[in-house]
C-alpha cells in the first residue's frame, strides 16, 4: 500500500480497510472500517459518505495508520479512540478498566426504575471501573451519595478523571478497597455492582479483544466465576439498610446460583433474577429485610 504518494479520498480508504480487516478475519469489516475512520476523524458514519471524496491529508492519513494498526492487533475500538458511551456519558477508556457495556445500562435502568418516587438515597457502586455506574446514578437518580469503590488506585484514577470530565457536580465519592473495606460501618439503600463474574473455564472461548486487552481481574473470578459474588452477597446485608436493593451483573446461567447464595443469608426478600435483551440470565435484585 503506497499510501506515503497517494492521496486518498475517504470511500477509497473504507474499502481498502474493510478489505484489509475483511482478510484478516474481523467479522463485519466494513463496519470496522467505518467506526475507525469515523473515530479519528471525529464524524458519524454518515459524514463519511457525505463526504466521500474528501482526501486524507498526509497528516490524517498517518494518525489513521497507526490506528489501524492497533486494531489489526485487536485491540477494542473504544481503547484506541480513548472513549465509551454510556447511557447519557462519554467516558475515557484504556486498559486499565472495564469497557462499559449495553447490559451494564440495563442495571442501572433497574436501579433506576426501584427507586423511582424516593429522594436523598445513598448508593455504593461496589467494584466501580471506569466510573460509569456511578456516574450514571448520580446524574440520572435523586441520590445524595455514591460511593464509588475499586481495589485499585490506577483504576480509581480513571474513574476521578471521568468524574471530572463528564459529570464533575455529580456527588459521588471515590475508595480504594476489597469489597466492602472501604466503608466499613457505613449502610447504604442500594448496593449495585457489575463483579468479575466469568469463568477460568470460558476463557478459551473469549474474543481475543476481550482476553488480551481488558483488565483480566474485572473479568474472571475463578472456575464458575463466583468467586467474588459469594463474599460480596454475604457480606452485603451488613452495609444495607432494611428495605434497601441488592442490584447485581451476573454471568449467562449464574441466575439461579446467585439467587440460592442470597436465600442462604437469609436477610433477603426473594431474588428476583431478570434477563438480557438475549434471553440469558444477567441481572439479580433482592431486598433487605
Known amino acids: 500500500m503506497q499510501t506515503e504518494t497517494k492521496r486518498w479520498t475517504l470511500v477509497e480508504m473504507l474499502r481498502w480497510t474493510a478489505e484489509y480487516l475483511g482478510g484478516k478475519g474481523f467479522h463485519n469489516p466494513r463496519l470496522n472500517a467505518e467506526l475507525l475512520l469515523a473515530g479519528m476523524l471525529g464524524l458519524k458514519r454518515l459524514d463519511l459518505y457525505l463526504q466521500y471524496d474528501r482526501p486524507l491529508s498526509p497528516e490524517e492519513l498517518a494518525e489513521f495508520k497507526a490506528r489501524l494498526r492497533r486494531r489489526a492487533r485487536r485491540e477494542p475500538l473504544q481503547y484506541i479512540d480513548g472513549t465509551a458511551a454510556f447511557r447519557d456519558l462519554v467516558l475515557k ?40 455506574i456511578a456516574l450514571a446514578l448520580a446524574t440520572e437518580g435523586p441520590f445524595a451519595r455514591v460511593v464509588a469503590t475499586d481495589l485499585r488506585e490506577d483504576t480509581l484514577a480513571a474513574a476521578r478523571a471521568n468524574h471530572e470530565a463528564a459529570a464533575p457536580d455529580a456527588p459521588v465519592q471515590f475508595r480504594a478497597g476489597d469489597l466492602f473495606e472501604p466503608v466499613r460501618g457505613e449502610v447504604f439503600d442500594v448496593i449495585v455492582s457489575n463483579p468479575p463474574y466469568i469463568g477460568e473455564e470460558e476463557r478459551p472461548a473469549l474474543d481475543a479483544e476481550v482476553v488480551d486487552w481488558e ?43 446467585v439467587a440460592e447464595l442470597i436465600e442462604q443469608t437469609g436477610a433477603f426478600d426473594t431474588a428476583r433474577v431478570k434477563q438480557d435483551l438475549a434471553g440469558r440470565d444477567r441481572f439479580v435484585l433482592a431486598e433487605r429485610l
Open 93 to 132: 477508556v484504556d486498559p486499565r478498566v472495564l469497557i462499559p457495556r449495553p447490559e451494564t445500562e440495563r442495571l442501572v435502568q433497574e436501579v433506576l426504575g426501584w427507586m423511582a418516587g424516593r429522594e436523598g438515597l445513598e448508593a455504593m457502586d461496589l467494584g466501580t471501573g471506569s466510573g460509569a
Open 215 to 257: 483488565p483480566r481481574a474485572a473479568l474472571f473470578a475463578g472456575v464458575g466465576g463466583l468467586d467474588v459474588i459469594r463474599p460480596l452477597v454475604a457480606q452485603a446485608p451488613g452495609h444495607l439498610r432494611p428495605g434497601g436493593l441488592l442490584a447485581l451483573e451476573i454471568g449467562a446461567g449464574q441466575g439461579a446460583a
